[in-house]
Every structure is written in C-alpha cells, then in structure tokens.
C-alpha cells in the first residue's frame, strides 16, 4: 500500500478547508433568503426553468456524444499534429 506524503496531506486539508467554506457559504446564503416571501415564482417562471433546464441538458448530452463518436471515428487525429503516428 502506498503512504501519504506531508503535500498530499495539505492538499487533502485545503480542499477540505475549501469545501467547508463553499458549504458554509451555501447555508449562510439560504438562511438569509429563508424569510423572503417576494420571490415566488408563478407557472410561468416554472415552465421557463423547467423548458431551459430540459434544453441545457439536451445540448450537453449532444455535444458530449458528438465529441465521444468524433474522438471514435479519428476526426481529431488531424488537429493534433504533435502526436505521434508510430508508437515508439
């Protein structure tokens, strides 16, 4: 098995660090809002959120499938010219 050197550890301790910012930050944030009434949304509000979420995920799940079937077919091998064609 292998051992944990001292800058993995601080790198752990940071981001954990980080983390704990980001999720103090986050509950801060929906306490404050908590007791606002004035931004309730109607259907209307509903529907766009519901419409542009559908829609964003459509077109990332397009381009992603696109980019893995264009990596399969070789369309990305002539935009690369610094790879290599003959393993070494």
Same mark, same amino acid.
Do not use: H
């Given at each position: #098995?292998?051992? *944990? @050197? %001292?800058?993995?550890?601080?790198? *752990?301790?940071?981001?954990?660090? %980080? !983390? &704990?910012?980001?999720? /103090? ?8 809002? @908590? &007791?606002? +009434? +004035?931004?309730? #949304? +109607? ?6 959120? &519901? =419409?542009?979420?559908? /829609?964003? =995920? *459509? *077109? &990332?799940?397009? %381009?992603?499938? !696109?980019?893995? /079937? ?9 935009? +690369?010219? /610094?790879? @290599?064609?003959?393993?070494?």
């Amino acid at each position: #098995m292998r051992s *944990i @050197n %001292l800058s993995q550890v601080l790198l *752990i301790a940071a981001l954990l660090i %980080l !983390l &704990g910012l980001a999720a /103090f930050g986050i509950a801060w944030a929906w306490s404050a809002t @908590n &007791g606002v +009434d +004035d931004a309730a #949304m +109607d259907e209307n509000g509903w529907i766009a959120l &519901g =419409l542009g979420s559908f /829609f964003s =995920l *459509i *077109i &990332g799940c397009g %381009l992603m499938a !696109l980019m893995f /079937f264009s990596s399969r077919r070789g369309y990305d091998e002539a935009a +690369d010219p /610094f790879r @290599n064609k003959e393993p070494k």
